[in-house]
């Protein structure tokens, strides 16, 4: 085999994932713990977050439930070949969730894994390939909300989960989770890409503003659900 198609054989067998985090708007805005659940706009969200993601080449799946409701409405609502990751109980750190789903898609040999969450507006397939890319040269890939809030997390490794670990313990006031991260990678040796900022539902606290929202063309549940209500 010539060295041009070894790399190329290299570059094919890339294990790769991709975290859909199931995250209810209400997360953002103090509902009582057993509120936080998802509504018909947050899964009509997912679900054209997941027609995006899907359109990745070489990649595996799954959806992150943050409830054991959540769970059981998105096993009805998931296509079969989508994993499922729900918590062991709703006292569980839904944060924990993700980061124990990304450590067992890295067991499982996988070597580039992104999170993202499901409310976020206007992901699409190069955004989602870029962070996936990144993870050749960095250990963790980042993207954030204009409010500081993350949308994007990738991994290479267990201690890349582990950067991102500590900072789930923290009680992270608005805003600071970039700069901590940053911290974070710096303290440990490790580096760091980011991909470009983007929106999330749960930074409009009502409907009416994100009806003002443009959606993009690919968010057709969303932007039906938004002009019926």
Do not use: K
């Amino acid at each position: 085999m010539s060295q041009a198609g070894a790399a190329s054989q290299r570059r094919v067998s890339v294990r790769q994932a991709i975290l859909l985090v199931a995250h209810p708007r209400c997360m953002r805005h103090g509902c009582a713990e057993g509120a936080r659940r998802l509504s018909d706009l947050d899964l009509a969200l997912l679900l054209d977050n997941l027609g995006i993601v899907v359109a990745v080449n070489g990649v595996t799946i799954g959806v992150v439930a943050r409830s054991i409701a959540d769970a059981a409405l998105l096993s009805r609502a998931l296509p079969h070949d989508v994993e499922l990751f729900a918590p062991d109980s709703d006292a569980a750190e839904s944060d924990q969730t993700v980061l124990d789903a990304m450590e067992e898609y890295r067991q499982r040999a996988f070597a580039r894994i992104v999170a993202i969450r499901s409310d976020v507006i206007g992901l699409s397939v190069r955004i989602v390939s870029t962070g996936l890319t990144s993870l050749a040269l960095a250990d963790i890939v980042a993207g954030f909300t204009p409010h500081g809030d993350w949308y994007l997390a990738g991994v290479r490794s267990r201690a890349s989960i582990e950067t991102w670990r500590s900072l789930s313990s923290l009680e992270l006031a608005e805003g600071t989770c970039r700069t901590l991260l940053g911290q974070a990678t710096c303290q440990r040796g490790q580096t760091i890409r980011y991909v470009e900022s983007l929106p999330c539902t749960a930074e409009f606290l009502h409907c009416d503003g994100l009806r003002t929202v443009a959606m993009p063309p690919a968010y057709v549940r969303t932007a039906a659900l938004l002009r019926a209500t």
